[in-house]
């Protein structure tokens, strides 16, 4: 029950090793230990929790047609990194440049809602413990998001302003989600996964949020702005079996490859890749043949950087529309599409800032961000620069403080 | 305690088709309510439950029978990782209040619970000894155990010699092992 010094844990693991006295010690101790954990209150972990343990025996995706695919050669010839690694945080704006009030007040009521929630679904909270009623009547009080989503949405627009890039960011990445989970809970008829995915998304939703306005939340902003090593495990958990909503379309989110190591390096920056990340699985959940969409991380296909990937079994048609969504095409655009070619676009301006040696012209050209249909599978991806080494910053483990 | 040993592992270690559905079917229930018990906190504890099915998944040879018990072993690194987690969230462990009792918290999800997992009589036999405990015992124990503090931690908390930390800890160690020698082979 003690600790042992650097020195004393070699010198002890040798001795484990060759000598059966010191075996058969720990092998007591260990029998100790299990002991007193019998002292724990039995509690059930949730269903859900045994489908996300089994997926990590399935085969890992076979990516190589994709890796070998034109479009990755073209970025594995092109890809440089940029001079000094993008740490998150710019594209943000003031809240007093949003020019219509309405959207102003959206903004704030929405963040205020969400900061109300985050204690009401934590894991300390009634509701993980499989009592709902106080988050339905929160939900209940106040007005659904869901409802405030679909009506402010209509008119919304790829464009190139920062403004209309910060609020689109707030609303379309984690927030369609999100305010779908929210609504169920409102009914009362959610249940334990439900509550997880809602606590997993708010979190993400107020960290875009805050990323995205500056005087938002400055205080909880400055936390975020610190030096945190964020690791590729903080996204496997949460996409891990993880069901997905994005307006009348309903996913379920699986893990193919996953690096292990830092993937960002501020929660600023992780707010930016996770929105990312919503953006590319909005896009393919809604035209996945059955609902389910694979995120990969991998970081060996191209030297120095990350690739991000969504992929899923989509139908020729709806492939196509994925082809005429990146800003260069918007003079075609279908009214129906708008809201994806915001997703887009969204896309467009974080690679801008990840990559601001190239222009917009040269990372699409070389595919730093992009679309490739392999077979009857659509793949969407961007690159992020890699993390060469890990320097003196703290790590996120949980995320926990400062949600 | 419901023997999951050396098959289990052999099993996970040579890839044997349901082998960790069987393990997680067999134990996920108690390393999940000790990581919970430490934790306090649900997800967190499906993490850290998920973790160590991940570790020993990929590293099934992270584990070797002269290690003891595959599933005393599951239960260290379940609580170690919890131990971990607790660490880094920096969570404040009260000076001069009294010390936190195990939980009594109610899982309204937990009906059927986790009692498969383990004999619920030797459950009981472990909880009914560990009350019989002196109060001063009990206190180390659960310090040491659900909140990892060291021995000088523990020694610094409760204002007591070291010796007076490691001598009630191994006295109440000995005794909650003689409570349970009848029930163990």
Redesign the interface.
């Known amino acids: ?3 042992l010094s650097d020195d004393e844990k070699a010198s002890f693991e040798v001795l484990l090793a060759s000598d059966t006295a010191t ?1 058969k010690m ?3 101790i ?17 269903s859900d ?2 489908s ?3 997926m ?2 399935e085969e890992p995706t076979d990516l190589s047609q994709f890796i070998e695919s034109k479009a990755i050669a073209k970025l594995r010839e092109n890809y440089s990194k940029p001079n000094a690694r993008y740490l998150g945080g710019e594209g943000t704006v003031d809240i007093s440049e949003i020019r219509d009030g309405k959207d102003k007040d959206v903004i704030l009521r929405t963040y205020e809602q969400l900061l109300g929630i985050l204690p009401l679904v ?3 909270s009634s509701a ?4 709902f009623s106080a988050l339905q009547k929160y939900a209940i009080q106040n007005l659904s998001i869901k409802e405030q989503l679909a009506k402010w949405s209509d008119p919304l627009s790829p464009t190139e302003d920062q403004v209309a890039h910060s609020l689109q960011r707030s609303l379309l990445a984690s927030l369609p989600s999100l305010a779908h989970f929210i609504d169920v809970a409102r009914s009362g008829k959610t249940n ?1 996964s439900e509550i ?1 995915r809602i ?2 998304l708010c979190r993400d939703q107020l960290k875009i949020m805050r990323a995205s306005f500056r005087d938002l939340d400055p205080q909880r902003l400055a936390e975020d702005e610190l030096i945190r090593l964020h690791g590729t ?1 903080l996204l496997h ?1 949460k996409w ?1 079996g993880a069901r997905h909503s994005y307006f009348n379309s309903q996913g379920l989110a699986s893990c193919g490859n996953f690096f292990e190591g830092p993937i960002s390096e501020r929660c600023v920056e992780f707010a930016e890749y996770d929105s990312n990340l919503y953006c590319l699985a909005n896009l393919i959940s809604s035209r996945s043949s059955n609902g389910g969409f694979k995120l990969e991380l991998i970081k060996d296909a191209v030297p120095g950087c990350v690739l991000a990937i969504a992929h899923a079994e989509v139908k020729s048609d709806l492939d196509g529309e994925l082809d005429i969504l990146p800003s260069s095409h918007l003079t075609n655009l279908p009214p129906s599409l708008s809201k994806d070619a915001c997703l887009w676009t969204l896309l467009e301006g974080s690679m801008r800032r990840g990559f601001p040696h190239h222009s917009m012209g040269e990372l699409s050209d070389a595919s730093f961000f992009g679309k490739q249909r392999v077979e009857n599978h659509s793949y969407l991806w961007f690159a992020w620069p890699e993390i060469e080494n890990t320097h003196s910053g703290a ?1 996120a ?2 995320e ?2 400062g949600q | 305690m419901s023997p999951i040993e050396t098959t289990h592992w052999e099993r996970i270690r040579d890839r044997k088709p349901d082998s960790l559905a069987d393990l997680y079917d067999g134990f996920a229930g108690a390393m999940f309510s000790l990581a919970l018990e430490v934790l306090g906190d649900r997800w967190e504890a499906e993490e850290v439950t998920q973790d160590v099915f991940a570790y020993v998944w990929k590293n099934p040879k992270a584990y070797s029978p002269v290690k003891g018990k595959f599933s005393s072993w599951l239960l260290v690194i379940t609580r170690n990782r919890s131990i971990d987690r607790l660490r880094s969230r920096k969570r404040k462990v009260v000076h001069g209040e009294p010390i936190e009792a195990l939980s009594n918290r109610q899982d309204h999800s937990s009906e059927d619970g986790a009692e498969h997992a383990v004999r619920a009589d030797e459950r009981s036999s472990i909880k009914e000894a560990f009350k019989q405990l002196p109060q001063d015992q009990r206190e180390v124990l659960e310090l040491a155990y659900f909140k990892g503090l060291n021995h000088q931690e523990i020694s610094d908390q409760l204002k007591l010699s070291l010796g007076t930390v490691k001598s009630r800890i191994r006295l109440g160690m000995e005794k909650l092992r003689r409570a349970l020698s009848s029930l163990r082979p």
């Open positions: 029950m003690g600790f075996q720990v092998a007591e260990s029998d100790d230990w299990s002991t007193l954990a019998l002292l724990s209150n039995p509690s059930a972990p949730d929790l045994r996300r343990t089994l990590l025996v934590n894991g300390e993980a413990f499989g009592d334990l997880r606590f997993y495990h958990q891990t790590v483990s949980t926990k403080p």
